[in-house]
């Protein structure tokens, strides 16, 4: 469990389950620089990458900001019923594209990710808000062990899903929950008839995929770490180009975000990375507004061609409680300020050799 950070008095308890993914470790650095959140504990999941490489770009993380201390645990390694499948085409070798970080020295927790979950939250009820960036799985098995784990929570926010939009894994299905269907078929059926306040916030991919970062962004970054010299992630450059910043947590995060903005421009979608997980981390600090509406939400886990589709019941035809907030509007804008200014201020901190922001 990792100590409240100094300063500012803590009003958010987050602990954050994630399968880093580029998008992921983006969320990760920005939780860190928030004064105000204290995170949990990180649990990790098998999805974009391997569980275990998952922990490592973790607990490397928390080295690069000066955060070590912050359990990170490794829970389910495979998806509760069909074969994993990653994505290194996605994110990268080791899930955090073009970046390469030391061998971390913080060791992965020796507690299963599920008993992370279930311990903390019974241990701090009504306190705790859970974020999920990767596939349901270690939650849905949580939610097995502890079924007050959604009445126990302050709150959940899950990146997950499309709604009516194309998917990104199939034509109808968004990568989480394609890669474990069935976590996330069990988790809305658990959340169905729990009070409104207490549903999940879903932020899914008509949402998520509007947070979408241009070279732009990273100027502004390397600008608001105090870098000398712009931070210059172009289109025309050379694939696989490295930063040449000398703020390390700049370095990191331009060559992972450029691989991203790389895949991005090969399924011909520009080039720009879609940075979903980080959106669900301002959401869930409270650090960026957003709209939602309440909904029905289900996934399909039989049909071959829809596999791992969402779909979601806002007008009560099936005669079934909500069991979702669905993400119906946001404002990128205001989410790439709060990023920016954020993950700015830590990265001058830690070019500084501090990590308090
Ligand atoms: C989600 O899939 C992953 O590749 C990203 O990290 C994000 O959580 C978007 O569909
Ligand atoms: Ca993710």
């Given at each position: 469990?990792?100590?409240?950070?100094?300063?500012?008095?803590?009003?958010?308890?987050i602990?954050?389950?994630?399968?880093t993914?580029?998008?992921?470790?983006?969320?990760?650095?920005?939780?860190?620089s928030?004064?105000?959140?204290?995170?949990?504990?990180?649990?990790?999941?098998?999805?974009?990458?391997?569980?275990?490489?998952?922990?490592?770009?973790?607990?490397?993380?928390?080295?690069?900001?000066?955060?070590?201390?912050?359990?990170?645990?490794?829970?389910?390694?495979?998806?509760?019923?069909?074969?994993?499948?990653?994505?290194?085409?996605?994110h990268?070798?080791?899930?955090?594209g073009?970046?390469?970080?030391?061998?971390?020295?913080?060791?992965?927790?020796?507690?299963?990710?599920?008993d992370?979950?279930?311990?903390?939250?019974?241990?701090?009820?009504?306190?705790?808000?859970?974020?999920?960036?990767?596939?349901l799985?270690?939650?849905?098995?949580?939610?097995?062990?502890?079924?007050?784990?959604?009445?126990?929570?302050?709150?959940?926010?899950?990146?997950?899903?499309?709604?009516?939009?194309?998917?990104?894994?199939?034509?109808?299905a968004e990568?989480?929950?394609?890669?474990?269907?069935?976590?996330?078929?069990?988790?809305?059926?658990?959340?169905?008839?729990?009070?409104e306040?207490?549903?999940?916030?879903?932020?899914?991919l008509?949402?998520?995929?509007?947070?979408?970062?241009?070279?732009?962004?990273?100027?502004?970054?390397?600008?608001?770490?105090?870098?000398?010299?712009?931070?210059?992630?172009?289109?025309?450059?050379?694939?696989?180009?490295?930063?040449?910043?000398?703020?390390?947590?700049?370095?990191?995060?331009s060559?992972?975000?450029?691989?991203?903005?790389?895949?991005?421009r090969?399924?011909?979608q520009?080039?720009?990375?879609?940075?979903?997980?980080?959106?669900?981390?301002?959401?869930?600090?409270?650090?960026?507004?957003?709209?939602?509406?309440?909904?029905?939400?289900?996934?399909e886990?039989?049909?071959?061609?829809?596999?791992?589709?969402?779909?979601?019941?806002?007008?009560?035809?099936?005669?079934?409680?909500?069991?979702?907030?669905?993400?119906?509007?946001n404002?990128p804008?205001?989410?790439?300020?709060?990023?920016?200014?954020?993950?700015?201020?830590?990265?001058?901190?830690?070019?500084?050799?501090?990590?308090?922001?």
């Amino acid at each position: 469990m990792g100590a409240p950070a100094a300063g500012p008095a803590v009003t958010h308890s987050i602990l954050m389950d994630v399968d880093t993914g580029i998008d992921d470790a983006l969320a990760l650095v920005y939780l860190l620089s928030r004064p105000e959140v204290h995170l949990q504990a990180i649990t990790c999941t098998a999805g974009n990458i391997g569980a275990r490489q998952v922990a490592l770009n973790n607990l490397a993380l928390l080295q690069l900001c000066g955060r070590e201390g912050i359990e990170v645990a490794i829970g389910a390694e495979v998806p509760l019923e069909i074969p994993l499948v990653t994505t290194e085409e996605t994110h990268g070798p080791q899930g955090i594209g073009y970046a390469e970080l030391p061998p971390p020295h913080q060791q992965i927790s020796a507690r299963h990710a599920v008993d992370v979950w279930v311990e903390e939250v019974r241990a701090h009820p009504g306190e705790i808000t859970g974020l999920v960036t990767g596939p349901l799985t270690n939650f849905a098995l949580a939610l097995r062990r502890e079924p007050e784990l959604p009445r126990l929570l302050k709150g959940l926010v899950i990146m997950g899903g499309s709604f009516y939009y194309q998917g990104n894994t199939t034509p109808t299905a968004e990568w989480n929950t394609s890669v474990d269907p069935h976590a996330a078929k069990e988790v809305f059926a658990a959340y169905r008839g729990m009070p409104e306040d207490k549903l999940p916030v879903l932020c899914a991919l008509e949402m998520t995929e509007r947070i979408e970062m241009h070279p732009e962004h990273l100027r502004r970054l390397g600008e608001a770490a105090g870098a000398p010299e712009p931070e210059l992630v172009l289109p025309e450059q050379p694939e696989g180009q490295r930063s040449q910043s000398g703020n390390p947590l700049v370095a990191c995060l331009s060559d992972a975000l450029r691989f991203y903005m790389e895949f991005h421009r090969l399924y011909d979608q520009g080039y720009v990375a879609h940075v979903h997980d980080a959106f669900a981390a301002c959401a869930a600090a409270g650090r960026t507004p957003f709209t939602t509406r309440l909904a029905t939400v289900d996934v399909e886990t039989d049909s071959p061609l829809l596999m791992g589709t969402t779909v979601a019941d806002f007008r009560g035809l099936w005669g079934l409680a909500p069991n979702a907030r669905i993400v119906s509007d946001n404002n990128p804008e205001h989410c790439f300020d709060e990023l920016i200014s954020s993950v700015g201020a830590l990265a001058r901190a830690v070019g500084h050799g501090s990590s308090t922001p």
